[in-house]
């Protein structure tokens, strides 16, 4: 327990100390915090230290004990003030105790009637904390349950149209006065979560996401509704209402990973048309949602043609199908993201694949342009067309399977083609032509691929310096590295851990 806080002030330095000695500072869990020779320069002091508990002498040059109490309790009621005299003078008692003196001690002080008057005053200060604290916790409950209460409230009338006078009574009570307001526009946000309907956490960690995003705007009101939609009212006149709800939609896309649809309403004349902002919100995002719908339905057409040519082992076609997707996707690379981790593991399932096993599918995550999602997403249908071909019974799908291995867990040692053909008792030309015909690619293409994804899993999970990663797959030249860093990726070294740098704040 924090200790309380004493100051001792007397024109004599040895009384002083004595009263000092005396205090049971252990038992009563006191701290002494000062000592003043007059009341004057004690209460310069005053607001700073903050005492629970003050000892003064009543006669003291400059200000005395009665005047420095007088002043004392002005400021800070709570504190309790022991005055110490000389004289057993009843008019002096007196006024001492309109002065708001806890206590009256005479000189010379006794031990045990200093620490029972200390003690005393620690009890009643004590006490009356922990009724302050009750208090207040029994306040926040209250407003508490009334937010709770004005959110039901709020819900009964987005949900059907109300009487303006029954809303103003009842809105009031809530502490939201429309009256003053009746001139203003309103208009309604709609979030809906998708993980929301089976994840209901993740919609409260949202919901207090969005309350924080506003919670200095004036005006605006954060609830849930009964659906789980996270409901947004503003009556904010000139503020970009659209503006802000997209950024609050990039922020939690990105923060929590979720598929979200926004909506948000016209502008409607005050809260007597607040039925009519919430239903125009959930048009906007119904309309959407219909046109999200009939993308969808060509989209997952298109997933079936890239699974058919997967199965087929047609490398070319699978990545055709897999770029003309991209280049009909949305500019919201956030989006993009979530929706092809999404495809290609329902992808794995079909073809019956572990993705756990999919090496390249975790490079999603490390992609932050549209270029350099296509790169990853012709990686990932690279490598399910080569797990599939591994899977089909070739006769050379032991040995390609043993050579990507080693090229995968050697890739900072010898790794040429010629070296490659000799380990595994091949011609180079042999190998050459049998990589390109297994992976669509060339040696050197799929060598660049494994050590770019390797680079950028050590740049994620690691502090390693760029020169320690380049030495681990492979490339010793710094130079050279950033040359090929950015062939592969179109950003530099520098400017890739920027984006890194922004996604993370």
């Known amino acids: 327990m924090k200790k309380l806080k004493v100051i001792v002030i007397d024109d004599e330095m040895l009384i002083r100390k004595l009263i000092r000695m005396k205090m049971d500072t252990k038992r009563l869990n006191l701290e002494v915090a000062g000592e003043y020779a007059n009341g004057a320069a004690a209460l310069q002091e005053l607001r700073e230290i903050r005492p629970d508990i003050v000892i003064s002498d009543i006669c003291m040059p400059e200000a005395d004990g009665l005047l420095f109490s007088e002043e004392c309790v002005k400021l800070f009621p709570e504190i309790k003030i022991i005055l110490v005299t000389g004289y057993d003078d009843f008019e002096y008692a007196r006024r001492g105790i309109k002065a708001g003196v806890f206590d009256y001690l005479l000189k010379p002080i006794q031990e045990e009637e200093l620490n029972n008057a200390l003690e005393r005053a620690t009890e009643q200060i004590l006490k009356a904390r922990g009724q302050k604290e009750k208090q207040s916790r029994f306040l926040y409950e209250i407003q508490k349950n009334k937010v709770a209460l004005r959110d039901i409230y709020l819900n009964h009338i987005l949900s059907q149209n109300q009487n303006i006078e029954e809303m103003k009574e009842s809105l009031l009570e809530y502490g939201i006065n429309i009256e003053e307001k009746s001139s203003r526009e309103i208009q309604l946000g709609l979030i809906v979560v998708e993980e929301g309907f089976y994840e209901p956490e993740v919609i409260m960690q949202i919901m207090e996401e969005a309350k924080t995003f506003f919670q200095s705007d004036e005006g605006i009101i954060v609830l849930k509704d009964l659906w789980n939609r996270i409901v947004i009212i503003s009556e904010c006149e000139g503020i970009p209402f659209a503006e802000c709800l997209d950024i609050l939609n990039s922020l939690i896309k990105t923060k929590y990973k979720c598929r979200l649809f926004v909506g948000i309403s016209g502008k409607f004349s005050g809260w007597r048309e607040i039925h009519m902002a919430y239903l125009d919100a959930l048009k906007f995002i119904q309309d959407k949602r219909m046109g999200e719908n009939k993308k969808n339905t060509e989209d997952l057409r298109a997933w079936k043609q890239i699974e058919n040519a997967v199965r ?24 993009v993201n979530l929706r092809l981790q999404t495809r290609f593991q329902k992808l794995c399932i079909d073809l019956e694949f572990s993705q756990n096993n999919l090496m390249f599918l975790k490079e999603i995550a490390w992609v932050y342009t549209k270029e350099q ?47 490659l053909a000799e380990k595994f008792s091949l011609s180079s030309c042999y190998l050459s032509k049998l990589i390109r015909n297994f992976t669509g690619k060339k040696y050197v293409e799929l ?59």
């Open 312 to 335: 087929r082992g047609n490398i070319e076609e699978a990545q055709r199908l897999g770029q003309m997707i991209l280049d009909n996707e949305e500019t919201d690379l956030v989006e």
């Open 373 to 419: 999602i296509k790169y990853c997403v012709g990686n990932i249908i690279t490598e399910l067309v080569i797990r599939r071909k591994i899977n089909s019974g070739d006769n050379n799908n032991e040995v390609i399977e043993e050579i990507l291995k080693y090229m995968i867990h050697h890739m900072g040692e010898e790794a040429s083609l010629n070296f």
């Open 447 to 505: 060598l660049s691929d494994i050590r770019l994804l390797k680079l950028l899993e050590m740049i994620h999970t690691t502090n390693m310096k760029d020169y320690d990663i380049g030495t681990m797959i492979g490339i010793q030249d710094p130079h050279y590295l950033s040359i090929w860093f950015k062939k592969m990726m179109g950003l530099s070294v520098t400017e890739y851990r920027k984006c890194i740098s922004e996604k993370t704040k």
